[in-house]
């Protein structure tokens, strides 16, 4: 399905307007890691390793695991680890 | 009567007011009220710091907010008032970047309830730092994957 | 650079001020501030109060603020700013009886000074509360010895 | 010596200005402690009991305890349990 991925923190910047659009094979938050892993793979050579493994997903309301099911609207961002205060 | 009070300041337009905060958890049966202020500082890691731009994820974070104040009222056990604010935008150094505020009948729960909130804050909101250093560098600071089991 | 703020403040004359406090503690080294306010509650052991009244040794109260202030600086080790003002005379319910600030490089000292601070100000400055209740009685309320060993 | 005693909190108003002024037997502050408890028990009776025993004798600056000697100027507060914050 087509995910719209929203950027932030570190990976603000690699994609127009912070916003990522990806194919992903599954429906799966799982699913959209590995996407996002292989686009990374692809076009983000400069990317800290690691540094998606540590990444969640989420909604506008909630963070979602990889287990669970994609939102049908396509909407998620992903949260590079966190640093505010 | 307890209450709660969240926001996320887009400090282009406003700024953090520690004054509302604590009048906002005052109460004629709260004897204490504990603050927390966030500054910018003019050094980190060695580094000369010139300012700071706080991204948010603004939907999310004020979710967050929201169960942080859950969180607290639920440990803290008994009545609360709790104000929660987070600039968002770049700030200069000395400028207000997050507001705590918790108001209690007894000192000894508002301390606690406004550590725990700024602790949570710090390590559970989709808040993200990006230092600027006089040399005209910028970077984003490492901090605390979401990922962990213990966060919803 | 570190630097400390005593006062006791006469309420016919001023107010207490937490804004005045959270600025003093300001500085461009420090990324936290932690400060505690204390407030006149509406009920105390069961009684309604309708004010409290501060007695105070006023110059004995500042040498004391100064010491406290010595413990704290020793006990955090690093930089510190201090602010600690008591009000003295008679207040409502809600007025601000004591403000405590505590400014530090980083949040969790700033936590620590500012509790140890108002431990010592309740438990050992020559401070008495005088409440009034709604039925016109008064009563000063039991206190802290300062016979104890502990105190200089 | 003569000692002029300033009284604080629960002993306001025990004496006219708040000035107890007694003859002591002695130099130190426990020769001032016996002499207040005296004084205390032909004057005042409704006192708590015990409450003496809590208080504690201070000049402007310091806190003295009993086997100190009393200072010079004879000036001396008693402080009752306290009650700040």
Redesign the interface.
């Known amino acids: 399905m087509k995910i719209e991925l929203e950027l932030f923190g570190t990976l603000r910047g690699l994609a127009p307007g912070d916003r990522l659009h990806l194919e992903v094979a599954g429906g799966r938050v799982g699913d959209l890691r590995a996407a996002l892993a292989a686009h990374a793979a692809a076009h983000w050579p400069g990317l800290a390793p690691g540094l998606l493994d540590k990444c969640a997903f989420a909604t506008h309301s909630e963070i979602l695991r990889d287990a669970a099911a994609l939102p049908e609207d396509g909407r998620m961002a992903v949260l590079p680890p966190v640093s505010g205060g | 009567m307890s209450g709660d009070f969240l926001h996320v300041a887009d400090i282009a337009h406003e700024r953090l007011d ?2 509302a905060a ?1 009048a906002f958890v ?1 109460d ?16 980190n890691h060695g580094r000369d710091v010139v300012g700071v731009s ?4 603004r ?2 974070a004020l ?1 967050r907010f929201a169960q942080i104040a859950e969180e607290v009222e639920r440990d803290v056990g008994g009545r609360l008032k709790l104000y929660i604010a ?1 600039a968002h935008g770049r700030l200069a ?2 400028d207000i ?2 507001v705590i505020a918790a108001g209690t ?1 007894h ?1 000894e729960e ?2 606690r309830a ?2 725990q909130a ?1 602790e949570a ?10 230092e600027h250093y006089a040399d005209g560098d910028s970077a ?8 962990g089991d213990d ?2």
Chains 1, 4 share one sequence.
């Open positions: 520690p004054d604590q005052a004629p049966g709260f004897g204490g009220a504990a603050l927390f202020l966030g500054r910018v500082r003019d050094l706080y991204d948010i994820h939907p999310l979710v987070h150094v000395g970047a997050v009948p000192r508002a301390f406004c550590r700024i804050v710090k390590h559970s909101a989709p808040i993200w730092k990006q984003w600071s490492e901090g605390c994957s979401l990922c966060h919803p």
